[in-house]
């Protein structure tokens, strides 16, 4: 703790922290997986094991048990502790509401406009989760009734520009859809987020609004889209990130089709492979089959490492 001088001590016994307003902090996480047909796990096919598994980018919901928005779907997450950085409080909430108690997290925004919440002012600090969730069997904990995981459709659907001389920019508009098989009836939750970006002062400001939502709580529809842009930006840029979503060993062909689900988008195997070959090795692994050459396995390389 830094050292307080008296006339410190002296300024903070008079000081009234309540003559500010003061919200709750809470932490949503935006947990992510590229998962088989109904999150079964995808083995290989031994006969042709160059037929990848149809896989999906999928999201972790959770259930909510509790008013207000009981019944409706959710993003894990909860109110921070006192004792807590925002990172544990992330970590908490997301093993009590799903069992998860390894993820990679990032903090991606924070959210606080008034209105998101009806219970009053919570500032959503929002994170990025990513795992191979064929390793786990999520359910509900906590205040959540349910957990379940739900193949994401996200597209975009309209870019208008804007002209006004003091505030040029763009708004674009992204059609959300969430589907859940795994329960007796499928589940469908669906979103309208606009994307506003203004620019000022040569910087851009960006802000997003929900036009529509169906089943989702909160503003969770807003703070989905804005994950998912985010992971599309961070695997364009890098690409490392993806390696989270993977299982230890696979095969160069299953990690460019990750990357090609995340991105929506087919991409050159060539290129690919140079900008990956950095941050994979070799191992000695292989995968054989009837009529096909062996596949190497790969694995992450230990930034670390010598």
């Known amino acids: 703790m830094n050292r307080i001088s008296q006339e410190e001590e002296e300024f903070l016994k008079q000081y009234d922290l309540t003559k500010y307003d003061r919200p709750s902090v809470a932490a949503d996480m935006a947990v992510f997986s590229v998962m088989g047909e109904q999150g079964e796990k995808q083995a290989r096919d031994k006969e042709n094991y160059r037929k990848l598994p149809k896989r999906r980018l999928k999201i972790l919901l959770i259930r909510r048990g509790d008013h207000p928005y009981r019944g409706d779907w959710a993003l894990p997450g909860g109110f921070g502790r006192r004792s807590e950085e925002i990172y544990e409080t992330a970590k908490r909430e997301l093993f009590e509401e799903t069992q998860i108690s390894e993820a990679y997290l990032?903090?991606?925004?924070?959210?606080?406009?008034?209105?998101?919440?009806?219970?009053?002012?919570?500032?959503?600090?929002?994170?990025?989760?990513?795992?191979?969730?064929?390793?786990?069997?999520?359910?509900?904990?906590?205040?959540?009734?349910?957990?379940?995981?739900?193949?994401?459709?996200?597209?975009?659907?309209?870019?208008?520009?804007?002209?006004?001389?003091?505030?040029?920019?763009?708004?674009?508009?992204?059609?959300?859809?969430?589907?859940?098989?795994?329960?007796?009836?499928?589940?469908?939750?669906?979103?309208?987020?606009?994307?506003?970006?203004?620019?000022?002062?040569?910087?851009?400001?960006?802000?997003?609004?929900?036009?529509?939502?169906?089943?989702?709580?909160?503003?969770?529809?807003?703070?989905?889209?804005?994950?998912?842009?985010?992971?599309?930006?961070?695997?364009?840029?890098?690409?490392?990130?993806?390696?989270?979503?993977?299982?230890?060993?696979?095969?160069?062909?299953?990690?460019?089709?990750?990357?090609?689900?995340?991105?929506?988008?087919?991409?050159?195997?060539?290129?690919?492979?140079?900008?990956?070959?950095?941050?994979?090795e070799e191992t000695d692994r292989m995968i054989t089959g009837a009529g096909h050459r062996p596949a190497k396995l790969f694995q992450r390389k230990d930034p670390f490492g010598s």
């Open 106 to 280: 990032k903090l991606i925004g924070v959210f606080g406009r008034e209105g998101r919440d009806p219970r009053g002012w919570i500032i959503s600090h929002t994170f990025l989760a990513l795992i191979d969730g064929e390793k786990y069997q999520v359910r509900g904990g906590s205040d959540a009734r349910d957990a379940a995981w739900f193949e994401v459709e996200f597209t975009q659907e309209k870019v208008s520009e804007k002209r006004e001389k003091d505030r040029p920019g763009r708004s674009t508009l992204y059609r959300l859809r969430l589907v859940c098989e795994e329960k007796e009836e499928p589940v469908v939750l669906q979103a309208l987020i606009r994307k506003e970006d203004v620019i000022r002062h040569f910087h851009t400001e960006t802000e997003y609004f929900v036009e529509e939502e169906e089943g989702l709580a909160f503003d969770h529809a807003k703070l989905i889209c804005y994950a998912l842009l985010s992971l599309r930006q961070e695997v364009e840029s890098d690409g490392r990130i993806v390696f989270d979503l993977m299982p230890e060993y696979f095969t160069l062909t299953e990690l460019q089709k990750v990357v090609e689900i995340i991105l929506d988008k087919a991409l050159l195997t060539a290129n690919f492979r140079r900008k990956m070959a950095v941050y994979v």
